[in-house]
């Protein structure tokens, strides 16, 4: 599976972004999607999955301000986030798992988002 991942950009604080990740490939396969960030000098978190299923899960730090979604058709998923904090800056990387025969895992190249006035 190949993930590109795009949409970020700077934004000021209070304010809204969207970021997209088209999928392509063995996208039968893929069982969650997600977005993952890091920011300088910290480790990759969680930020926001949605299983095949539609099951989702956010980081205790984004409910409520940030919406995971998808686009079946597009095989596309989103990440709205509204309200957004400096301590959301940071590179945003969308995921997918699943399995073909042997489990895999894929991640985009990432897009920068900056929150600053």
């Known amino acids: 599976v190949q993930l590109v991942d795009s949409g970020g950009g700077l934004v000021q604080p209070g304010g809204s972004l969207r970021l997209s990740c088209a999928a392509s490939?063995?996208?039968?396969?893929?069982?969650?999607m997600g977005w993952y960030r890091q920011a300088p000098g910290k480790e990759r978190e969680l930020v926001a999955t949605?299983?095949?299923?539609?099951?989702?899960n956010y980081a205790e730090s984004v409910k409520g301000r940030f919406t995971i979604s998808r686009d079946n058709a597009k095989n596309t998923v989103y990440l709205q986030m509204s309200s957004l904090k400096p301590e959301d800056t940071a590179v945003y990387y969308c995921?997918?798992?699943?399995?073909?025969?042997?489990?895999?895992?894929?991640w985009g190249q990432g897009t920068q988002v900056t929150v600053s006035s």
């Open positions: 995921n997918a798992e699943g399995r073909v025969g042997a489990p895999f895992r894929s």
């Open positions: 949605m299983t095949s299923g539609g099951d989702t």
């Open positions: 490939g063995s996208i039968f396969a893929i069982t969650a």
